[in-house]
C-alpha cells in the first residue's frame, strides 16, 4: 500500500511540472550589446527572481499557467516591466530585449515642498502621492523616498519615483511624518507631513537649478 502510494505522489508530482511553463530572454542594450547580471523579477501574482548570465540570458520556470508582470532592473538603466502569459508545459521566449540608458539628472538645492490635502470619501483611507520634478520640470526617477514616523526611526513604508516622477503610500494611518528623499543613499531633503483623517496629502517635490561646479546625479 505504502509502495503504491508513493509511486501515485510521484506521478502526481510530474504531471504538476509537466503543466508549469517557463519565461525565457535575452537583455541587451540599444546597441545590442548583452547586459550581464540584470536582475529579472516576476513582481506578480508570484515573486521570483533571477539574474541574466554572460550571454545577457535569463530563464524563470515552474511557473504556473496564467499572466506575469515582468520586471528587468540593472543599475544605470531604466527598469523595464512587461506583462508576459504563460501557459503549461511551453516556454515563453521574449527573445532579445533592451534597457534604456538612465539619462543623469542634474539638481541642485531642494526646494521646499508644496504639500495640499485632497478630501477622500466616506471610508477611504488616508494616503501620501506625489510628484518629483526638477528645475526644468522633468521627472526625477528613481528616487528613494521613505515615509517616517516623525521623531522616531520606523519607517512606514519606501518607494522610488517611477519614469514619471511619481510615488505613492497608500493606507497611511492619520499622524505626523518625515518624508525622506534620497539618492545613492544620500540624504536630499526629508519635509514633516501630518495626515489627517478623511484626507490624502499630495506633495510636489522640486529643485533649485545645479550651481557652476556642482556634478550630475
Known amino acids: 500500500m505504502g509502495v503504491r502510494c508513493a509511486a501515485l505522489l510521484s506521478v502526481a508530482s510530474v504531471a504538476a511540472q509537466e503543466d508549469t511553463g517557463s519565461i525565457t530572454g535575452a537583455v541587451v542594450d540599444a546597441m545590442g550589446a548583452v547586459i550581464r547580471n540584470a536582475t529579472v523579477t516576476t513582481v506578480s501574482p508570484v515573486s521570483l ?19 506575469y508582470m515582468l520586471r528587468v532592473q540593472q543599475p544605470g538603466f531604466r527598469t523595464r516591466d512587461l506583462e508576459v502569459r504563460v501557459e503549461a508545459s511551453k516556454e515563453t521566449s521574449l527573445g532579445r530585449f533592451s534597457l534604456d ?5 542634474c539638481l541642485g538645492d531642494a526646494n521646499k515642498p508644496r504639500i495640499s490635502e485632497v478630501g477622500l470619501g466616506v471610508g477611504d483611507q488616508p494616503g501620501v502621492f506625489g510628484t518629483a520634478r526638477g528645475d526644468r520640470g522633468t521627472a526625477v526617477e528613481d528616487a528613494t523616498i521613505r515615509l517616517m514616523v516623525a521623531g522616531t526611526s520606523n519607517v512606514v513604508g519606501a518607494t522610488r519615483s517611477d519614469q514619471k516622477g511619481e510615488f505613492r503610500f497608500d493606507d497611511v494611518k492619520p499622524g505626523v511624518y518625515y518624508l525622506e528623499i534620497s539618492f545613492g543613499g544620500s540624504e536630499f531633503t526629508r519635509s514633516k507631513l501630518r495626515v489627517r483623517k478623511g484626507h490624502a496629502l499630495k506633495v510636489l517635490l522640486t529643485w533649485q537649478p545645479l550651481q557652476a561646479g556642482e556634478l550630475c546625479l
Open 101 to 105: 540608458v538612465k539619462s543623469f539628472q
Open 49 to 67: 527572481e533571477n539574474k541574466t548570465r554572460e550571454t545577457g540570458e535569463f530563464v524563470l520556470g515552474g511557473l504556473a499557467p496564467g499572466t
